[in-house]
């Protein structure tokens, strides 16, 4: 599951895919309807990976949440995040019965809920893929020593066989001469 590329933008419904980055912001793909839209710096979006939800002790990573959803869906969809508010609340309290009452409100729920319904239908979850594994293996290739650069020194070093650049002396002509005072 790799929700690096998956982006919520304030004030435009649903989930975006970055397509291409760009000198001014990204062009994104709605999951819902498949529009290619730019957005700017000057936006607010929020990467899904850096989402986390308050709980008594900790935050939890949003990608977490969608992990126990997805063990207790068994890979379907969850709850309509249309539902009653209270039926929200205590789905919710079953997925993650420590999460902060106080600081995640029901708006925040429903957003879940709706995330993860999009991602499921559009298959950009899955769970099965040994993460741990990449993760290990990219660790391992940035422990790997590096081959050392030899330095050569300048005699070693092949001198290109460039012109000089000389300055020519620019002549004196009547108009570039000051007049004197005479006294």
């Known amino acids: 599951m790799d929700l690096k590329e998956i982006l919520s933008v304030t004030g435009r419904p649903g989930l975006y895919k970055i397509i291409a980055h760009t000198k001014s912001g990204l062009i994104v793909e709605s999951l819902i309807d498949k529009k290619r839209i730019p957005v700017y710096s000057t936006d607010k979006m929020v990467n899904m990976e850096d989402i986390s939800i308050f709980t008594a002790d900790k935050d ?17 969809k969850t709850i309509d995040h249309k539902s009653d508010d209270k039926k929200l609340r205590e789905y919710f309290e079953q997925i993650l019965p420590d999460y902060d009452k106080d600081r995640v409100y029901v708006s925040d729920i429903k957003k879940v809920y709706n995330w993860y319904n999009l991602l499921v239908e559009h298959k950009f979850l899955d769970f099965n893929e040994p993460a741990e594994e990449a993760v290990v293996e990219a660790v391992d290739e940035k ?11 300048k005699e070693e070093k092949p001198k290109a066989d460039k012109p000089k650049k000389t300055v020519k002396a620019k002549k004196e002509t009547e108009t570039d001469k000051k007049p004197t005072a005479k006294k």
């Open 143 to 153: 422990e790997k020593p590096k081959p050392e650069k030899t330095a050569k020194t």
């Open 60 to 76: 939890v990573a949003l990608k977490d949440i969608f992990k126990l959803i997805h063990e207790k869906e068994n890979g379907e």
